[in-house]
């Protein structure tokens, strides 16, 4: 797969996947607000990093990922039909914990009481 069509063809499956996350009937992402944060592929595409988040924090997210884990041959086969590859990658989920650090730094920003100075206004 030419290098060029790497962001592209990563961003179409961030986005089936995170229609697919909705699909899945396994306990273990039942009751979770999961978003897959990056899909990162190899440069010859034959396998993807797909770094998931889940807003309850980083255990959520790593008990996700065994689920995740579990149903990804499913998912893989999905991900060729509805993308039309020839081949799909591997897929191998990761935990990630931005959405628990964004909210930190969000939380943090907003605790900080600074006065807007009069030029600004």
Do not use: C, W
Not at 25 to 53: E, F, N
Not at 85 to 114: Q, V, Y
Request: proline share 4%.
């Amino acid at each position: 797969m030419p290098s060029y069509h790497l962001p592209r063809a990563a961003e179409d499956m961030k986005r089936e996947l995170t229609a697919l996350l909705r699909e899945l009937k396994d306990p273990r992402l039942q009751g979770k607000l999961l978003t897959v944060v990056r899909v990162h592929l190899s440069g010859d595409g034959s396998t993807a990093k797909i770094y998931v988040s889940a807003m309850e924090g980083i255990e959520a997210a790593r008990e996700a990922v065994k689920g995740l884990k579990s149903a990804a041959g499913l998912l893989r086969g999905e991900l060729t039909r509805r993308l039309g590859m020839r081949k799909a990658p591997e897929l191998r989920f990761i935990a990630d914990n931005s959405i628990e650090e964004g909210t930190a730094i969000l939380r943090t920003l907003e605790s900080l009481d600074i006065a807007p100075d009069d030029d600004d206004v």
